[in-house]
Structure formats: C-alpha cells, structure tokens
DNA sequence: CTTGGAGCATACTACCGGGTATGTTGTCAA
DNA sequence: TTGACAACATACCCGGTAGTATGCTCCAAG
C-alpha cells in the first residue's frame, strides 16, 4: 500500500477482485454481521488464508467492497459531467445511468449501503471509523454531483422542490430502490433492466417536480 | 401463548412493550445481528433472564418487534379507510399518515425493514421463517392497501404510472426514506415532522404523475 | 541451485454470545 | 401459613467466528 509500483497494485487488484466479488455476494445474501471469512472462503472455493493474505481484517475487506462500489458509481457517471448544457437533460442522463448501475452491481451497491448503516450505528473502532468517514466522503462528494444539478434545474424553474436536502435523500433512495426490491430472473435481458431504469427515474425527476413533457425519452 | 385470558395477555403485553422499546432501540443502533441480549437487558437496567423469560429466543423477540411495528402501521391508517370518496384524497391521506408513522416510531420501523431484508435473505432456521413469512404476509396486505387505492387514482386518469408493482416499491420506498436520513434533533418538534412527511408526500404523490394542483394542501 | 518471498492452506487460540439450568424474591389464593 | 407460580437474577455451557502462527509450494532473481 506504500512503494509499491503501479503494475503490482494493478495485479493485486486483479487478484482481489475475484475475492471482492465473492464477499459483496455474501455480505448481500447475509448481511456484514452474519457472513463469516469463511462463508467468503467457501464461495471462493478457498480457505481464510487467502483472505487475510490480502486483508487485514473483515472491516478491512468490507471498506475495500465500499471503495469498489463507489469507484464503480463514480466512474459511471464521469462521461457525462462536461457533456450538457441543460440541466434537466443532464439530471436525466445522470439519474438513468445511476439507476443502471445500482441494477448491474447490486451486490456491492447494497454493501455501500450497509456501510451507511454502520457509520451511522457508529459501531466501530475508532481507526475503522477513521475510514469509514473517508468512504463516507466519497459517497457525499458523489451525492453533491446530483444535489448541483438539481439546484440548477430549479434555477432555470423546471423544477420546484423546496428544501434541497431533503429532496435529494428522496431522490437518491428512489433511484437507489430497486437493489432492495428487485433480484434478477433468468428471463431478464438487458433491456429489462433498461426498462426498470427508466420507471424509476421518471418517478424520481417527477417527485421533483420536473415536468412530464421533458420526460418523454427517459 | 395458548390458553392464557384476555387480560392476562394484556398485562403481559405491558410489561414486555418495555422490553419491546429496548429491543427496537438496540436493533435500529446496531442491526439485529449484531446486537446482543444482554446489550438489550443492559440498556432495560436488567438482565438476559428477564427477556428469555418473555421469549423464547433472540428471533423470537425480533419477532415481536416486527409485529408490534406493523400494528402500529395499520393502527395509522385504519380510521382513513371508509373515510374518502376520491382516490387521490384518500392517497393523500394515507401517505401523509403513514410518513408521520415513520417517524414516530423511527426504531420499530427500522426493525420492520431489517425483517425484510432478512426475509429475503432467506438465512433462518424453518420455523422461524415460517413465522417471518406470516409478518411478510402483514405486510403486503398493508401494501395492498395503497396499491388499491393507487390504481384507484389512475383508473381516474389522476395518476400515470405504468407497473404498478414498480410504482407501489417506489412510491413506498420515498415515504419509507425519512427513517433512514432523519435523525430527531432537539429542536425539532411536532410541526417539523409534519413538514418533513408533506415534503416526502409530496414527492411521492408527483411521482406517481399526480398533478401539482391536487397537492396543495398536503 | 538456492534463497527469499508471494500466495496460499492448516491448525490452533481466545472470546463472544445464544441458550439453559437453577436459584431467589415477591405476591396471592386457599 | 403455606405452597405455588410469576418474574426475574446468577451461573454456566458450548458452538461459532475473528484473528494468528505456522507450514507448504512455486516462481523468479541472483
């Protein structure tokens, strides 16, 4: 994590992926609490070994599964932050393609939001708390990309919200739903998921207060 | 549990809804795993006799905690049912209601969504999730209630969602939010609340397509 | 070829927490 | 007065789990 150069952090993250994978699937199915290392280790088809060969500890392995997702929502809404004049275009752009990546990577999307519940449960040791708040940085910086698009959208008055903080936490928990309320069938295309994207931002741009003829192609 | 009168059941529900509190309290803190029995009795002043005394185990008690939640809700909005010609004028209602009881009983509606979440994880013994699937049947039945009412509204040419299974999670999801991103402050009083659940009501309401003119009052 | 370290597996410890078995106290009815 | 039971408290057991200590193997540099 210090001197080490560039392409060995790049192989050690491919190697950690694959463990990554593997515990933002249990910490989904079981919650943090209830997943053991070894629960981890099953899935991988491997023991606790390799694990805290790369880990130090659980909260560690859970931190890096947060990281992962936030780098994940961070680097899907990147192409879009230059690429619009309208706000409202760029809210819908925005809203869709993060609805989309809650959908496509559910599992570490609902360890983020575990890692919420457990900031705000403060049930940590004061290092891990450390960074905990590091990653609820992140996660704050990633929310104000929204919260500055709206207020500019309600600037232009296409959108008549009133206390911007609130409308925000309502807004994000409306996109961020279906990770709670949607498991995939084996019948799901992409274009299935296209769809479920597109109810839900349409009902978040319109809890807004965004008009439904700016709507039409979300 | 079986045989036990009227009235001793009522005065057993006494004594335990203060264990009930306790336990809310413990589970919204830390989450249900991850909350001990003796962190319960510790913060009732007593000890985990008390509580295996009441209950037979530590699902058993969450049990409970679900239930006494779900009653709550259903108490809510029990004297709106009969009460409204409109659709969209009972919606409101019902919606308004059913925010404010989130958050006024913040903690036993933090356990009723745990409960789903461990619900859907599937990680309980059989007899237990044959339990947990009667409080999911509660549940949906209260669910079923907005959704009635939902397409009440839109068979009025009120509202125009599409799914209405999508638009019933969403648009209960947005009411449900405030007992994750609210936390009471000192300064806040009955009005706040009343002025946080019409910002939420209203969100909802417009997300499902029902026009600004209907939501004046909320 | 050897040596050192990465990348694991194996074996073990220590502790926490759910559950139980049993003791203690107050109360109330016969 | 007593006995019976509710309502707890105390003391204990034991399985599961985070974390550690150590062993094994392969590979690459010297």
């Keep these: 994590m210090s001197a080490t150069p ?7 993250r491919i190697h950690q992926e694959e463990i990554l994978e593997a515990a933002a699937l249990c ?16 899935r991988l088809g491997s023991t606790k070994g390799r694990i805290y060969h790369h880990y130090r500890s659980k909260a560690d392995l859970f931190a890096d599964v947060y990281r992962y997702g936030m780098e994940l929502n961070a680097a899907a809404i990147k192409p879009l932050c230059g ?15 993060h609805c989309l990546t809650m959908l496509r990577t559910r599992p570490f999307q609902r360890c983020v939001w575990e890692g919420v519940s457990l900031l705000m ?3 940590t040791t004061p290092e891990q708390r450390e960074t905990l708040e590091e990653l609820q940085g992140l996660r704050e910086s990633y929310a ?7 207020e500019g959208a309600k600037a232009m008055g296409k959108a008549d919200f ?17 990770i709670f309320w949607y498991s995939p069938r084996e019948t799901d295309d992409e274009d299935k998921l296209d769809e479920i994207a597109s109810r839900c931002t349409r009902f978040a741009l319109q809890g807004l207060g965004i008009k439904k003829e700016y709507l039409q192609d979300v």
Tied chains: 1, 2.
Excluded: C, H, W
Aim: hydrophobic share 45%; glycine share 6%.
């Design 27 to 42: 910490f989904m199915e079981r919650g943090y609490n209830a997943s053991s290392i070894d629960d981890v280790a099953r």
């Design 144 to 150: 104000t990309r929204f919260r500055e698009v709206m």
């Design 6 to 12: 560039d392409s060995e952090i790049g192989t050690a």
């Design 83 to 97: 690429a619009y004049d309208d706000p409202v275009e760029k809210l819908k752009a925005m809203a869709k393609v």
């Design 162 to 178: 009133e206390s911007s903080g609130i409308a925000l936490q309502i807004f994000l928990m409306a996109l961020n739903s279906p």
């Design 121 to 123: 449960r403060g049930a």
